[in-house]
């Protein structure tokens, strides 16, 4: 009977060390992945989306090298289209180089935008202006949004001055869904020289001007200097920065 008993307390013995084992490996594999998931979300929160640079040009920026721009690592750019002169008449017009600058960009592996300076005084106008440059791109496919920019003209008086701000809102927002009918993005410009705030334009993607304090990823594109210096161009240029 007392060797039964010893007999039975070996087994005993046994199977608890085996289960003893077994927890302790299962507590250090759930650990390592633990580490392991740790590890993971480290990563991407560290790598995040990538911050690449970008300009913004017009006629005024002269004829431009873009493959010494790509060079000069320059990843996207937004490309006036065209406008609305700021006098009584308000004629719409195309800027002379925003094809060439479009497809040269894209040529050279640089993603293409473009913008519209609006001097709209009325619904039927701000949709106008967006049909235009729809018109002017011919079919071509753009990587980047199509943004609605209104300024105040500088030593002179504009169209749009004496246009009460609900309306201002009213006519980026009309260019922008007829833009979106049309099967492009639309975006819309804010700055210190826009009649517009970023706060009335919740629902859309915004292109922001902020000389003083960069914004990390508040908003799709952000212009940071107007003074740049940048490879293939002979003028000062526009600096922007956006993610993807």
Request: charged share 30%.
């Amino acid at each position: 009977m007392k060797k039964v008993f010893v007999f039975i307390l070996i087994v005993i013995t046994a199977v608890f060390a085996v289960s003893c084992e077994e927890t302790k490996t299962s507590a250090q594999a759930e650990n390592i992945t633990k580490t392991e998931s740790d590890a993971v979300t480290q990563t991407k929160t560290k790598s995040g989306p990538k911050k690449i640079s970008g300009i913004d040009v017009s006629s005024y920026s002269g004829e431009i090298d873009w493959k010494r721009v790509k060079n000069d690592n320059i990843e996207f750019a937004v490309i006036r289209i065209g406008g609305r002169g700021y006098g009584d008449s308000g004629v719409l017009y195309e800027d002379k180089l925003a094809i060439k600058n479009i497809d040269s960009a894209q040529k050279n592996k640089i993603k293409a935008g473009a913008y519209f300076y609006s001097q709209a005084t009325s619904e039927k106008e701000a949709k106008e202006e967006a049909r235009f440059a729809v018109n002017l791109l011919n079919g071509r496919k753009l990587e980047l949004p199509i943004a609605y920019d209104v300024e105040h003209v500088k030593g002179d008086t504009a169209r749009v001055d004496s246009v009460p701000y609900i309306d201002s809102v009213k006519f980026a927002k009309v260019f922008m869904e007829e833009i979106k009918k049309s099967g492009y993005e639309p975006m819309v410009y804010i700055g210190e020289e826009s009649f517009l705030k970023a706060e009335d334009f919740k629902d859309y993607k915004i292109w922001y001007a902020d000389y003083k304090q960069p914004y990390e990823q508040e908003f799709e594109i952000l212009q940071y200097s107007k003074n740049g210096k940048v490879d293939g161009i002979n003028t000062n240029v526009d600096l922007d920065i956006m993610y993807e």
